[in-house]
């Protein structure tokens, strides 16, 4: 496809249930990186991959957030034990190279019931 | 942590009017990036400014990378019905991990016709 695909668009879980997002950058794409965005705040950085080199995971919030980027293209996003508080718009984005412009999917709209 | 504030949280203007909503920072950024998002979509870019001082139009957009490097604006000019959206900007410190992105909180527009 054209763009950043995020799936599923939309995923309602039951609270301590474990969670799997899944990001298709745009191909060619060697950055990725993942978000979060709570109801009205601004992105949250959670995790960047570039290249081969090993992902910057600092954003991160616990240990229940986990990411991998297979083959240097998909990329899943594993939420464990999954909390109320994890409630929110996870976006991935891609980009040509680890600084400016980034492209981003629509994202994946989580709620925790 | 570095962190962006951004105003005005929101703004109500008539159609025709022109816009401005800025961020500023108590660090020091290499890149300032400006987005819109439209409600259950990903951010868009609209503007990069990778230099001190550059001064960047995209159409009736203008944004500017404040000489300091901790501040940025964005102007819009003859608003139209369609500018409506959150505009978000961020910054991007360039070094090791140079596509990892602080955003504002947003500045909520609302276009009346």
């Known amino acids: 496809g054209a763009g950043v695909s995020q799936s599923p668009s939309n995923k309602v879980t039951e609270k301590g249930k474990d969670v799997e997002l899944r990001c298709d950058p745009i191909?060619?794409?060697?950055?990725l990186y993942w978000y979060r965005q709570s109801l009205g705040q601004g992105l949250e950085f959670l995790i960047y991959?570039?290249?081969?080199?090993?992902?910057?995971k600092s954003g991160l919030p616990s240990d229940r957030f986990s990411a991998e980027r297979t083959g240097g293209s998909v990329s899943t996003l594993t939420i464990q034990r999954t909390q109320q508080e994890d409630s929110a718009v996870y976006l991935c984005?891609?980009?040509?190279?680890?600084?400016?412009?980034?492209?981003f999917g629509q994202g994946t709209r989580l709620t925790v019931v | 942590g570095q962190q962006l504030n951004q105003s005005p949280q929101s703004m109500f203007i008539q159609e025709g009017e022109d816009v401005s909503m800025n961020c500023t920072s108590s660090s020091i950024f290499n890149t300032w990036l400006w987005y819109k998002q439209d409600p259950g979509e990903g951010p868009v870019l609209l503007i990069a400014?990778?230099?001190?001082?550059e001064l960047t139009s995209n159409g009736r957009l203008t944004a500017q990378f404040g000489i300091t490097r901790k501040d940025s604006f964005l102007n819009i000019s003859a608003s139209i019905p369609s500018d409506v959206g959150i505009y978000f900007c961020a910054g991007q410190s360039g070094a090791t991990n140079a596509g990892k992105s602080t955003f504002g909180d947003g500045t909520t527009l609302t276009v009346k016709p």
């Open positions: 191909s060619g794409h060697t950055a």
């Open positions: 991959f570039q290249g081969n080199s090993a992902p910057d």
């Open positions: 984005a891609s980009s040509t190279r680890g600084e400016g412009e980034a492209f």
């Open positions: 400014l990778y230099k001190a001082g």
